[in-house]
């Protein structure tokens, strides 16, 4: 497994390198909806212009962080599993901020500085198996533990230039099953 995550980051390095220096981008986008229903936003780098097959592509990386908070948790929840056996179970639910990892990439359309992409990744979340305590009626951390969410979707990126090319940025609007609807406001160097 380690040889294949190598070979595979050296092959990326080595696509990346090959492209003008003017290719790379930033970008900060925000986003609501999918199956994490929660607000998020998320960080990207990325270079377009890579050749490959004769063809400009796009490759970037995102970090994503999905704010769940503790909005899902009843206020005043017992951090404690509840001290006896008669409760009833309400659940698991994301608590805090599910972050991961993001790879996208990207075809030009044309040469419309446009890019229909591709995006796959893994997000971690953290879960709290929330339990109410029938005596009492009072909430309780039963237990805590991870989640892994498999990250899909597609999206379009556009690279206008603006002041006669000595402003170059970059929009994009992207859609997947974890994050919903982001979009992401970028500049190019």
């Known amino acids: 497994m380690k040889q294949k995550v190598c070979l595979l980051v050296m092959t990326l390095l080595f696509l990346l390198g090959t492209t003008p ?5 930033y970008g900060v986008g925000a986003g609501s909806g999918g199956a994490s229903d929660a607000n998020g936003f998320s ?5 377009r212009d890579v050749i490959l097959f004769d063809r400009p592509f796009l490759v970037a990386g ?9 909005s899902h948790v009843p206020s005043g929840t017992h951090p404690d599993p509840v001290p006896h ?9 994301n608590d805090g901020t599910e972050r991961g990892l993001l790879g996208k990439m990207g ?12 995006l796959l990744g893994l997000t971690q979340a953290n879960t709290v198996d929330v339990v109410r305590s029938n005596p009492t009626g009072e909430y ?12 899909y979707g597609i999206g379009f990126s556009y690279f206008p230039e603006f002041q006669d090319g000595t ?7 992207d859609i997947d099953n974890r994050r919903g609807v982001t979009g992401t406001i970028g500049w190019c160097w």
């Open 107 to 118: 075809m030009e359309i044309k040469d419309y500085d446009v890019y229909v992409n591709l």
């Open 62 to 70: 995102a970090i994503p962080m999905i704010l769940h908070g503790d």
């Open 21 to 25: 220096a003017f290719a790379w981008y």
């Open 167 to 173: 402003l170059k940025m970059n929009f994009q609007l």
């Open 140 to 151: 309780y951390i039963q237990s805590q533990g991870d989640e892994m969410n498999a990250v």
């Open 85 to 93: 056996n008669d409760f009833t179970s309400m659940g698991q639910e």
């Open 43 to 47: 960080l990207e780098v990325g270079k």
